[in-house]
Structures are given as structure tokens and as C-alpha cells.
């Protein structure tokens, strides 16, 4: 990869992404208000002495899944458009990689995954009273590594897409096993041998330890780490992956 050309990518990337108030609505604002739904969900449930809130066990594991499932959905939509209209035939004929491309989209979202973790979390923290034991800055670092996981997988699977609709369809194939499996309903422990063994190769449950960890702990473990670091790995893994099976042009 050339540094210059990856820099100017990124630049490129999020001058488009300023311009377009929805999406940036859709980044910002979406999550504020499912957080909002998810406090009046649980501010009234019980909680055993000692034990944290319900809210403060699921509203963790929220800051962490909707930088997910939106930066895929628009990370997936974005890069089909680039195909559709001929943009991304274009960018190839000059000394642009895919991976300078592709890994300039990750840096891109990643950054505007730092900033949707950084509001989600302050809405979280201060308006909503999240308590965890570890720090807020330790969530908004693994939110962001999640974004851009979400961003790897989307630019992966937008590969196999003709259309928007068809890049949409993904989002249960992809975002909703993940959800159900890493560990927010049932415990990784608990679950059928079968299904463990799905949980243990989906990264997003991974995440959801790491910010477990998070929680239940003053100071970093090694544990959160090896998560991190395992997430970033199928990121990375992700990237060269849709590099691989990028097309300029939708068939």
C-alpha cells in the first residue's frame, strides 16, 4: 500500500460522507435514540443487590453492536454505488490499489465509528447513568474496532451484490446470528455445544467479551486484549478477503 494514496483515499472518502447529511444523521442520531429506547426498556427492571442494572448489562453490549450493523449496512451500500456508477472503474485505472481503496474505507468509518461511539457513549454515561467499572474510553475503543470489523465485512459481502437491495439482503446472513450468538441472551457457556461452536468463530462475540471485560473490571485484562486483537485480526482478514473479490463493476 502507498501511504500518500491511501491518506488521500481517506480524505476522499470523508469529504463524501460529510456531504451527506443522512447518512451522517443515520451515524449520529440512530443510535442516540435506540439507546433512549433501550433505558426506557429497563430503567424499571429489578436487579439483585450487587449485580449490575439490566440496562447498564444490555446497553453495553449496545454501544458495541450498532456501530456494527450500521457501518455495515452503509459501508456495503456505499461501495456497491461505486461499482454501479462507474466510479470505482474509474479510481482503478489510476495507481489506486484495492487494498489502498479498501483499506482507506476502513480508516474512513473507523473514524466516524469513533465518533458515533464517543456521543453513543456520552449519551450512555452521563444522560443515562451507564455504570461499568472499566473506563468509558476503553468502550469507545472497542466500539471503533467493531466499526470497522462492520466495514471489512460490508466492503466483503457488497462484492456479491447487483443492487442496494441485494447488498440489504446481507444484513441478516451477516448481523443477526452474530447477535443472537454473542452471548447478550444466553450465555456463550450456556448454549448448546453446536451453537458455542458457531459463537467461538464469529468475531462479534469476541467484541461483546471484550466489553464484558469492560464492565466487570477496573483495569484492563488480558482477556479484553486477546478479544481486541482477535477482532482486528478478521478485520484485517476481511480487507484483503473483499480486495480479493472486489469487482469494478456490477455484473
Not at 12 to 30: E, F, G, P, Y
Not at 51 to 74: C, E, H, N, S
Not at 94 to 119: E, R, W
Request: hydrophobic share 55%; proline share 5%.
Amino acid at each position: 500500500m502507498n501511504p500518500h494514496i491511501l491518506a488521500a483515499t481517506t480524505g476522499r472518502i470523508l469529504r463524501q460522507l460529510r456531504h451527506d447529511r443522512r447518512t451522517v444523521a443515520l451515524l449520529i442520531v440512530v443510535p442516540t435514540v435506540l439507546l433512549t429506547l433501550v433505558y426506557f426498556m429497563y430503567v424499571d427492571q429489578p436487579t439483585p443487590p450487587g449485580q449490575p442494572t439490566v440496562f447498564d448489562r444490555v446497553a453495553l453490549i449496545m454501544l458495541g453492536f450498532f456501530p456494527f450493523i450500521i457501518m455495515f449496512l452503509v459501508t456495503s451500500i456505499a461501495m456497491l454505488r461505486e461499482r454501479t456508477t462507474g466510479t470505482l472503474e474509474r479510481l482503478l485505472t489510476t495507481p489506486l490499489a484495492k487494498l489502498d481503496l479498501l483499506f482507506g474505507y476502513g480508516i474512513a468509518f473507523g473514524l466516524a465509528g469513533v465518533v458515533q461511539a464517543t456521543v453513543a457513549s456520552a449519551v450512555a454515561y452521563w444522560v443515562f447513568d451507564l455504570t461499568t467499572a472499566g473506563s468509558i474510553g476503553l468502550v469507545i475503543m472497542i466500539a471503533a474496532v467493531n466499526a470497522v470489523l462492520a466495514v471489512a465485512l460490508g466492503l466483503f459481502c457488497s462484492a456479491f451484490a447487483r443492487t442496494e437491495f441485494q447488498a440489504v439482503q446481507f444484513m441478516p446472513v451477516v448481523v443477526a446470528p452474530q447477535l443472537l450468538l454473542c452471548g447478550l441472551f444466553v450465555p456463550r457457556g450456556e448454549m448448546a455445544g453446536w451453537l458455542q461452536a458457531i459463537s467461538d468463530v464469529l468475531p462479534l462475540s469476541y467484541a461483546v467479551e471484550a466489553l464484558q471485560e469492560v464492565g466487570a473490571h477496573a483495569d484492563p485484562t488480558g482477556t479484553m486484549w486477546r478479544d481486541v486483537a482477535i477482532v482486528a485480526g478478521a478485520t484485517v482478514a476481511a480487507l484483503v478477503l473483499a480486495a480479493a473479490t472486489l469487482r469494478r463493476r456490477s455484473g
